[in-house]
C-alpha cells in the first residue's frame, strides 16, 4: 500500500515555487529554446541530496520514511533534517554528523591536508571540522586561515594551512622563502578566488596565455610577485630539523628579489616588490600586518564571493557556472561589457553567479544556507532521465541533472552501507576510528590500515592531497574491481557478516530483497526485479545475498547519481 | 522474461573476442608536421621504470673509487666494457642483445618532475600537467586503428606503479579518449581483477547474466544516456570480454618455477605476465613495469638494511635476465624493444655522510634491446667519476635526452613522432615529441645508432 503511493506520489512530483536559482536557469533556459528534465522522482531526489549534502546513502529507515510520507512540504523537511544542529551552550558535542564529515573532507581535499603534514594533519582536521561546526562565516574561516600563527603547526590546527605550501630546496633540508610565498599567493588566489596564477608565477602572461585565459596573457609577473610579497614577512620553520611540525609566524624581513635557488627562474632585481593586491593595486595600509591586510581584501573583493559559490555549486551540480572553479577569466564575467571576439563571456550564467555571489555575501557568507539554496531549487531537483529533444548542446543548461560517479569514498562508503559491513579505520597518529571513509583525516589512515582498499580508492579517483585531484572519471580498471575484484567478492561474503547473518534469520526473503534495494537505490525493487531476485535465492540463500548484492553495486543507477 | 532486441545484441557481443574500443568516444584532432619515416621494427614495447633513480655508477656504468664495495665483482666482459658480476650476475649473460647508453641526461633531479618526464617524454608544465598524455596513451591512440578483431588487451599496460607523494601519479590519458588509458595492475597486492579463477567462473557468468537481464540502467542506456555511463557500461563489457578470453587466464598464469626465475618478486611477477602479454600477441603494446626502490640517498652498499643496491639489484638482475631469456627463446626479441631506465642518476664520487648518493642529471644509464638494436655495446663514455659525459657516442653529438627515447619508441612502434594533437583544452598544441625542453629547443630524434 505504502509502496503504491509512493510510486502515485513519485509520478506526481512537481515544480516547487521557483526560487532565485530557477529564476534565472529558467530564463537562459527560455532564451536558448532548452528542453527541460522532468522533477525528479522522490527516490532519485532522496539518493541525490542525501549523497551530494551528506556523502552517504540514505539508510532504509529513512528512505521508507520518505517515501511514505505524504506531505507536502517533505522535502524541504528533509533538507532541513541533513544540517547538523549548532552548538548552544549546555549542549553535549554532536555524535553522529555526515554533514560535517563530508563536508570538512572536501574542504581537507582542497586544501591538501595529506602526509606530509604528518601529525598536523589531525590539529588541521579538527581546525576545519571546528569550523563547519559552529558554521562559521565562510570568510572568517578563510581569513582565520590565512592569517594563522603557531608556535607548532602540530598544537594549533589552522596554521598548517600556510605551512602546507612551504617549498624546500631541492636538497630537502632549507626552505626557499620566496618559492614559499609565491605558493602561498598561488593556493590562496586559486582556492579562494578561482584564479589559477601557476603560469604568471614563472614569465609574464603575454605571449603564453593568448588562447587559454585572456585576463592572465595581460597578467605580468611582477604584479604575481607583489602579490607574493604580502608573505614576504611570513616565517614557516620546522621545529625540529627537517620534521613537518612547523612555526609559522611574521618575522621575515620580506620579499627577497636576489633569490637564486628554487623551481622558478630568476626575479627582476629592479622591479618595485611592494605587496600590491592582485586585483586592485591596494597597497598594506600603515598599521596593518601584511596578512592581515592580504586576507580582508581578499574576503571583501567580490570575486571572493563569486568563487565560492561556483565551487560549492559545481560540487552540488557536477559543472560549475565557470566551469572548472579554478579556471576563472576575469576578463570575461561580465555579459555588459564582453569580451573581444573569439572570446565569449566565460560563465554559462553570468547573471545567476553574480546573484548568488550577492546572496551569499549579504548572508553572512553562510556556506550552509547557500548548500540549502541549491539543493531546495527545482533546478537541482531535476531528473538525469533525457527530456524529449535533448542534445549535447544542451549540457551547460543546468535543465538536467548532470549524471556523476560516486566519488571514491562514497563508493566504498555506499557498498559497506548496502552490504551492512562495520567499518573501523584507524586514524593514524590518534586513538580515535573512523566509521567511514569520509570520517578519515587523510588517504593515509587506509593506506596504513588497508593496502587493497587504499589502492580501490585510487583506482577510483580519490585525491591523494598532494599532486591528483580527487576525480570521477570512469576507467576500465574501476570496472573490473566492481566485477571480479578479491577486495569486493570478500566484502560481500554473508557468512562473515553478523548483520546479513542477523537479516537472513530475522527476515522472509522478500523483506530481504526490499531492503537491500532500499538500501542501494533507494527504492523498492520492481516486479521483475524482485521475482529475478528471488530466484537467485531460490538454491541457497546466503548464495543469493551476495549475488544481489553484486548485482546491486554494479547497477550503473547505483555508480551514477 | 523474451530478451529484447538490445538484450540480445549485448548477448550476443559476449561472443566476439576482443578488446572493445567503445563508440562514444570523440576521436581527438591529430595532425601529422612532416611525415617521419619510422622504423616500425617492434611489436611492442617493455619499459622497466627504475623509480627512484637507479645508480649508474654501480649498474651500467660501472666506475672505481675508495667507496666502492669489494664485491661487486667487476670484470671487463669480451665486448670490451667493465660490468659488475656481482651485482648483475644473470643480466651479464644477455650482453650480447643489450645497447648500453651511458652518455644520458636527465632535465630534473626531482622525482614526480622526473617520473612525469620518464611517462610522458615532455616536461612539467602546470597549465598543461592535466591535458598531457602519456607516451602509453600516445601509443593507445595510435593503435585505435590498427586493432584486430583477435585483441584482447588494451595497448597500454602499466605494472606495479604506485603512486606516492613522491613520485606522483601515473601519467594517463590526458586530453586523449578515456579508452587510451592504462590497464594498471599491481602484483604486489596481488590485485589482479582480471584473473578468474575457474572455480569461481560459473558464478561470474551467472551474476553477469543477471545484471545484463536485471539492469535497466544499463538496459536502457541510449545516445541521450549521459556519456560517462555509456563510457563506464562499455567498460564492463571490454573488461568482462577480457576475464572471459579462453587466453586471459594463460595471460596472467605464473608457475611457480616460472616464479622462481624471474626472482619471486613483485617485479618479477609483472616482467612475467609482461612476457604473457606479448607472446599472447593480444593488443597489447607499450608496457611499463615500475620497479621501486632505487632512491638510496643512505646506506647504498648496506648490506642488513632494507633498502641499498643488495636489495634493488638481485630483485632486477633475476627479473629482466628472465625476461630477456624467454623473449629470445619464444623468439620474441626480434619485434619487442625493451628499455630500462630511471628518472635520473646518482651523484658520482664519495658518499654522503650518510653512506648514500643523491640525485643527479648529469649522467644516467638506458638500456637497449630487441627490435633489431644491434647488442654487446656501450654507447658514450662518462669520466671516471661518472660525473661528466665525455663522449656522447652517436650522431646526435649532445646527451641522450629521455625525448630522444620517446621518439626512438614511437618510431620502434611505427609511429609518426612528428605529430601533434591539436585543440587541447589549453588551446597549445601538445607534440608527439616537443623541441622545446624547457628555455631550450633540441633537435630530439630516434636514437637510430642503437640499430647500426
Redesign the interface.
Same mark, same amino acid.
Given at each position: 500500500m505504502l509502496r503504491k503511493i509512493s510510486l502515485l506520489l513519485a509520478l506526481a512530483a512537481q515544480a516547487a515555487e521557483p526560487n532565485l536559482i530557477d529564476k534565472y536557469v529558467d530564463a537562459n533556459a527560455a532564451a536558448g529554446r532548452v528542453p527541460y528534465a522532468a522533477i525528479a522522482g522522490d527516490s532519485e531526489f532522496l539518493r541525490r541530496v542525501t549523497l551530494d549534502v551528506t556523502g552517504q546513502l540514505p539508510d532504509t529507515k529513512t528512505v521508507r520514511d520518505f517515501l511514505g510520507s505524504t506531505a507536502p512540504d517533505k522535502r524541504e523537511t528533509y533538507i532541513d533534517s541533513l544540517f547538523p544542529p549548532l552548538p548552544v551552550p549546555g549542549m553535549r558535542s554532536i555524535k553522529e554528523a555526515p554533514f560535517l564529515d563530508r563536508w570538512t573532507y572536501f574542504f581537507n581535499d582542497l586544501f591538501r591536508n595529506g602526509e606530509l603534514l604528518e601529525e598536523g594533519i589531525n590539529t588541521f582536521y579538527d581546525h576545519i571540522y571546528k569550523s563547519f561546526t559552529l558554521n562559521l562565516p565562510y570568510d572568517e574561516f578563510v581569513r582565520n586561515l590565512i592569517t594563522a600563527t603557531a608556535v607548532s603547526t602540530w598544537s594549533d590546527g589552522s596554521a598548517n594551512f600556510i605551512a602546507r605550501s612551504h617549498v624546500f630546496e631541492g636538497d630537502g633540508y632549507q626552505m626557499n622563502h620566496e618559492d614559499t610565498a609565491d605558493e602561498i599567493a598561488i593556493n590562496t588566489t586559486r582556492l579562494f578566488l578561482g584564479v589559477s596564477l601557476e603560469c604568471v608565477s614563472c614569465h609574464d602572461g603575454a605571449n603564453h596565455l593568448e588562447k587559454v585565459n585572456l585576463w592572465l596573457s595581460q597578467r605580468k609577473r611582477a604584479e604575481m610577485i607583489r602579490q607574493a610579497s604580502f608573505f614576504g614577512k611570513t616565517y614557516i620553520s620546522p621545529v625540529f630539523g627537517r620534521s613537518p611540525q612547523f612555526t609559522v609566524k611574521d618575522t621575515r624581513p620580506g620579499y627577497d628579489l636576489t633569490t637564486r635557488s628554487g623551481l622558478r627562474p630568476p626575479r627582476d632585481k629592479t622591479m618595485d616588490a611592494t605587496a600590491a593586491f592582485l586585483l586592485t593595486g591596494e597597497k598594506i595600509p600603515a598599521g596593518e600586518k601584511p596578512r592581515q591586510a592580504y586576507a580582508r581584501m581578499l574576503t571583501s573583493h567580490p570575486q571572493f564571493a563569486r568563487a565560492a559559490v561556483n565551487l560549492i555549486w559545481a560540487e552540488l551540480m557536477g559543472q560549475g557556472i565557470v566551469d572548472g572553479p579554478f579556471d576563472f577569466d576575469l576578463a570575461r564575467q561580465d555579459p555588459k561589457n564582453p569580451p573581444p571576439a573569439p572570446w565569449t563571456v566565460q560563465p554559462s550564467h553570468p547573471e545567476l553567479l553574480e546573484a548568488l555571489a550577492a546572496d551569499f555575501r549579504e548572508n553572512n557568507h553562510d556556506l550552509r544556507r547557500l548548500i540549502r539554496l541549491i539543493v531546495s531549487s527545482n533546478t537541482y531537483q531535476r531528473s538525469m532521465a533525457p527530456p524529449k529533444g535533448w542534445n549535447t548542446n544542451h549540457e551547460d543548461a543546468f535543465t538536467r541533472r548532470i549524471a556523476r560517479r560516486l566519488s571514491a569514498e562514497q563508493l566504498f562508503d555506499g557498498i559497506a552501507r548496502t552490504a551492512k559491513i562495520r567499518q573501523s579505520i584507524k586514524i593514524t597518529f590518534s586513538e580515535k576510528k573512523a566509521a567511514s571513509i569520509l570520517q578519515t583525516r587523510s588517504p593515509q589512515d587506509l593506506d596504513k590500515t588497508d593496502k587493497p582498499l587504499f589502492r580501490a580508492l585510487q583506482a577510483f579517483g580519490q585525491c591523494d592531497r598532494y599532486a591528483i585531484e580527487a576525480d570521477r572519471k570512469p576507467s576500465m580498471i574501476q570496472a573490473a574491481i566492481l566485477l571480479n575484484d578479491k577486495l569486493i567478492r570478500e566484502r560481500l561474503v554473508v557468512a562473515k557478516n553478523p548483520d546479513l547473518l542477523e537479516l537472513l534469520k530475522q527476515k522472509p526473503d522478500s523483506e530481504i530483497v526490499d531492503e537491500l534495494f532500499l538500501a542501494a537505490l533507494s527504492r523498492f525493487p520492481s516486479e521483475n526485479e524482485k521475482a529475478q531476485a528471488l530466484a537467485a535465492f531460490s538454491e541457497n540463500r546466503e548464495q543469493g545475498v551476495e549475488d544481489v548484492l553484486w548485482l546491486l553495486i554494479n547497477r550503473l543507477d547505483f555508480l551514477f547519481y | 522474461?523474451t530478451p529484447t532486441r538490445r538484450q540480445l545484441l549485448r548477448l550476443g557481443a559476449l561472443s566476439v573476442a576482443g578488446y572493445e574500443l567503445s563508440e562514444a568516444f570523440q576521436p581527438a584532432n591529430v595532425q601529422a608536421q612532416s611525415r617521419v619515416k619510422t622504423r616500425a621494427s617492434a611489436d611492442a614495447v617493455i619499459l622497466l621504470n627504475l623509480q627512484g633513480g637507479p645508480s649508474q655508477m654501480d649498474m651500467f656504468d660501472v666506475k672505481h673509487g675508495k667507496w666502492a664495495p669489494e664485491n661487486r665483482d667487476v670484470r671487463t666482459t669480451k665486448f670490451g666494457f667493465e660490468f659488475p658480476y656481482g651485482f648483475l650476475p644473470r643480466t651479464a649473460d644477455h650482453l650480447a642483445d643489450l645497447a648500453i647508453v651511458r652518455s644520458g641526461q636527465a632535465w630534473e633531479?626531482?622525482h614526480?618532475r622526473g617520473q612525469y618526464y620518464l611517462q610522458t617524454g615532455h616536461a612539467v608544465s602546470?597549465?598543461r600537467i592535466k591535458e598531457s598524455p602519456s607516451i602509453g596513451s600516445v601509443v593507445a591512440h595510435e593503435y585505435r586503428d590498427r586493432m584486430r578483431a583477435s585483441d584482447f588487451l588494451?595497448p597500454f599496460v602499466a605494472m606495479n606503479y604506485e603512486?606516492t607523494?613522491m613520485y606522483?601519479?601515473l601519467q594517463g590519458e590526458g586530453c586523449l579518449p578515456?579508452d587510451c588509458?592504462p590497464?594498471?595492475l599491481?602484483l604486489a597486492?596481488?590485485?589482479l581483477?582480471?584473473f578468474?579463477d575457474e572455480k569461481?567462473r560459473e558464478?561470474?557468468l551467472?551474476?553477469?547474466r543477471?545484471?545484463q537481464?536485471?539492469?535497466?540502467?544499463?538496459l536502457n542506456?541510449?545516445d541521450?544516456?549521459?556519456a560517462?555511463?555509456r563510457?563506464?557500461?562499455s567498460?564492463?563489457r571490454?573488461?568482462?570480454k %577480457? %576475464?572471459n578470453h579462453p587466453k586471459m587466464s594463460g595471460v596472467l598464469q605464473m608457475t611457480p618455477e616460472e616464479r622462481k626465475t624471474y626472482g619471486a618478486s613483485p617485479f618479477g611477477d609483472a616482467c612475467l605476465i609482461a612476457r604473457n602479454m606479448v607472446a599472447a600477441d593480444a593488443g597489447a603494446r607499450f608496457l611499463m613495469v615500475t620497479q621501486p626502490g632505487w632512491d638510496h640517498h643512505s646506506s647504498i652498499y648496506g648490506k642488513n638494511l632494507d633498502g641499498g643496491l643488495y636489495k634493488t639489484c638481485p630483485v632486477f638482475d633475476s627479473a629482466f635476465a628472465g625476461l630477456m631469456a624467454d623473449l629470445k627463446r619464444l623468439r620474441l626479441l626480434e619485434r619487442t624493444l625493451v628499455i630500462v631506465m630511471g628518472e635520473f642518476g646518482r651523484t658520482p664520487g664519495d658518499l654522503t655522510p650518510v653512506a648514500g648518493r643523491?640525485?643527479y642529471a648529469g649522467t644516467m644509464f638506458m638500456v637497449f634491446a630487441g627490435a633489431g638494436v644491434k647488442g654487446g655495446r656501450a654507447i658514450g663514455a662518462t669520466d671516471p667519476q661518472a660525473a661528466h659525459i665525455t663522449n656522447f657516442g652517436w650522431s646526435g653529438k649532445r646527451p641522450i635526452y629521455v625525448e630522444d627515447v620517446c621518439a626512438t619508441i614511437y618510431s620502434a612502434l611505427g609511429i609518426d613522432s612528428s605529430k601533434r594533437i591539436t585543440h587541447t583544452p589549453?588551446?597549445?598544441d601538445f607534440l608527439y615529441v616537443d623541441p622545446a625542453a624547457g628555455t631550450k629547443v633540441v633537435n630530439f630524434r630516434e636514437i637510430a645508432d642503437l640499430y647500426a
Open positions: - | 522474461m633531479t626531482v614526480s602546470p597549465a588494451p603512486p607523494t606522483g601519479p578515456p588509458s590497464l594498471t599491481d597486492q596481488g590485485n581483477p582480471f578468474v569461481d558464478r561470474l551467472r551474476r553477469w543477471m545484471l537481464e536485471a539492469d535497466t540502467s544499463r542506456l541510449g541521450a544516456s549521459p560517462v555511463m563510457r563506464f557500461d567498460f564492463s571490454s573488461v568482462f %577480457m %576475464m643523491e640525485h589549453s588551446g597549445r
